[in-house]
């Protein structure tokens, strides 16, 4: 893909069917993710909030949290999908007065708005991811690409005039995991220390129960999920402010700075000070 149009669309996809292969290897994280479902089966997680997979629902994610999909069945999972810089989403909030959006995107990671297929807003969504794809994939380096896409993300946000679906209301049917994920994220905002055995002992479940019913839905143990957490938050400190990596460690009750960046590697793949390097969004 020509560099000039990656500069702010890093991704395009138009109902494309089959294994998301961003949820097994690193991508970039500065971005906003857009997601229309045309199957149906699954969960999408973004950080606490468990979102059904449903046809004809709009997802928007902030990539800087934990996020990833996992669908009842892999072969049929299909969406549509636009992946824009944080930079660019950011311009576009402001220049459109979408701020609220923007805001509640940064503080939640996520939100979705339920578009039923037979709806004209479903519709009209799934009609602008097409005409920003074939745009995307038309090998053209012009500006003008660049310009038609946002101008289609524009209108794609432009049809979320009703409020996004809390996450509470979506999973219903999944109570006890969304008291799981619920707890890990108040503790961690706590910056509490968070294992299987304290948490099942405040939702007064059993732990062999909690890590099977959790594993099922999240393909995560309670555990590892804790620890994408709290890395997910070391990103965000890492990008959006100047701590030093041992407040940052202290902050998410490592035990030392070693360990956080022993951990930081082994999960990101490269080390907390490269990782701001690159990653660095602080005006």
């Not at 038309?138 to 209108?155: E, M």
Request: net charge positive; aromatic share 12%; with cysteine.
């Amino acid at each position: 893909m020509d560099k000039s149009k990656m500069n702010y669309i890093y991704e395009l996809e138009y109902q494309n069917i089959g294994y998301d292969l961003r949820n097994a290897k690193p991508h970039r994280e500065d971005c906003i993710e857009m997601l229309q479902f045309w199957s149906k089966g699954g969960y999408f997680i973004v950080r606490n909030h468990i979102f059904p997979i449903t046809p004809g629902t709009l997802l928007i994610v902030n990539a800087m949290e934990t996020h990833y999909s996992n669908p009842s069945n892999v072969d049929t999972y299909n969406r549509s999908k636009i992946i824009l810089s944080f930079k660019r989403f950011r311009q576009i909030c402001e220049l459109c007065d979408f701020n609220a959006l923007y805001e509640e995107l940064y503080r939640k990671g996520g939100c979705i708005y339920p578009f039923p297929p037979a709806q004209k807003e479903a519709q009209l969504a799934d009609a602008m991811f097409q005409k920003a794809f074939q745009r995307f994939s038309s090998g053209d380096p012009d500006l003008t690409v660049q310009a038609d896409i946002v101008s289609y993300t524009i209108r794609l946000l432009s049809l979320l005039h009703t409020p996004p679906r809390p996450a509470s209301a979506v999973v219903q049917t999944d109570s006890t995991i969304y008291l799981m994920t619920e707890y890990i994220n108040n503790q961690l905002l706590s910056w509490e220390h968070v294992t299987p055995e304290n948490l099942c002992a405040a939702l007064h479940i059993s732990y062999s129960y909690a890590s099977h019913l959790f594993k099922q839905l999240t393909k995560q143990s309670i555990t590892q999920y804790a620890t994408n957490l709290r890395l997910a938050e070391a990103k965000k400190l890492l990008a959006n402010t100047d701590l030093k990596i041992y407040n940052i460690a202290e902050l998410l009750k490592f035990k030392d700075s070693t360990t956080f960046c022993k951990t930081f590697k082994k999960h990101v793949g490269c080390s907390p000070e490269a990782y701001r390097r690159t990653n660095r969004i602080l005006d």
